[in-house]
T-cell receptor, first 115, second 111 residues
Framework: EAQVTQNPRYLITVTGKKLTVTCSQN?????MSWYRQDPGLGLRQIYY???????DKGDVPEGYKVSRKEKRNFPLILESPSPNQTSLYFC??????????????FGSGTRLTVV | AQSVTQLDSQVPVFEEAPVELRCNYS??????LFWYVQYPNQGLQLLLK??????LVKGINGFEAEFNKSQTSFHLRKPSVHISDTAEYFC?????????FGKGTRLHILP
């Protein structure tokens, strides 16, 4: 089954403790992206990657890191989480021809709480 | 700059009544357009998309949308809603290397 797999689904952590949220897709998609979803603010892009070893900042990159060493994986790293990073996070992937993105397949989401 | 405006943050509608969720976008180039649905406590699922061709696009669960280039709109419609359509709906625009989402419209189905 074609899918984007995120782990974990739920995570509670303490301020300053490094964490990684994993994302993997099995559709050979070039483009992968991370979003956070907050009430009243909709979906905001954190980082995106157009292919292996190519990443770029989205609209809210502060406090996050990503890497794209393999085509299928795109982990999101919070080096020193803070309470304002408490949010619902989504990973998404898509075919990308170099001109347009053809539409996302989303993961199921990771609900992160930083205390 | 590219932007997506969903004009209504919430839309209440009676069961079996028709509904239209409005979406306008700003872009100076050709774009791809999408509607996604998010059911309570779930991820986002693609409802339908416009890439090219016919301006009337049919999606899953009886939804359809019409691309209007002159009005830069992509409104979502369903002729008769069901309680199971209760969800948040997001319009999105793809231009070059970005997909931009609207802030969402919550559809409330009234019995």
């Amino acid at each position: 089954e074609a899918q984007v797999t995120q782990n974990p689904r739920y995570l509670i952590t303490v301020t300053g403790k490094k964490l990684t949220v994993t994302c993997s897709q099995n559709m050979n998609h070039e483009y992968m992206s991370w979003y956070r979803q907050d009430p009243g603010l909709g979906l905001r892009q954190i980082y995106y990657s157009m292919n292996v070893e190519v990443t770029d900042k989205g609209d809210v990159p502060e406090g996050y890191k990503v890497s794209r060493k393999e085509k299928r994986n795109f982990p999101l790293i919070l080096e020193s989480p803070s309470p304002n990073q408490t949010s619902l996070y989504f990973c998404a992937s898509s075919f990308y021809t170099g001109t347009n993105i053809y539409g996302y397949t989303f993961g199921s989401g990771t609900r992160l709480t930083v205390v | 700059a590219q932007s997506v405006t969903q004009l209504d943050s919430q839309v209440p509608v009676f069961e079996e009544a028709p509904v239209e969720l409005r979406c306008n976008y700003s872009s100076s180039v050709s774009v791809y357009l999408f509607w996604y649905v998010q059911y309570p406590n779930q991820g986002l699922q693609l409802l339908l998309k416009y890439l090219s061709g016919s301006t009337l696009v049919k999606g899953i669960n009886g939804f359809e949308a019409e691309f209007n280039k002159s009005q830069t709109s992509f409104h979502l419609r369903k002729p008769s809603v069901h309680i199971s359509d209760t969800a948040e709906y997001f319009c999105a625009v793809s231009e070059n290397d970005k997909i931009i989402f609207g802030k969402g419209t919550r559809l409330h189905i009234l019995p």
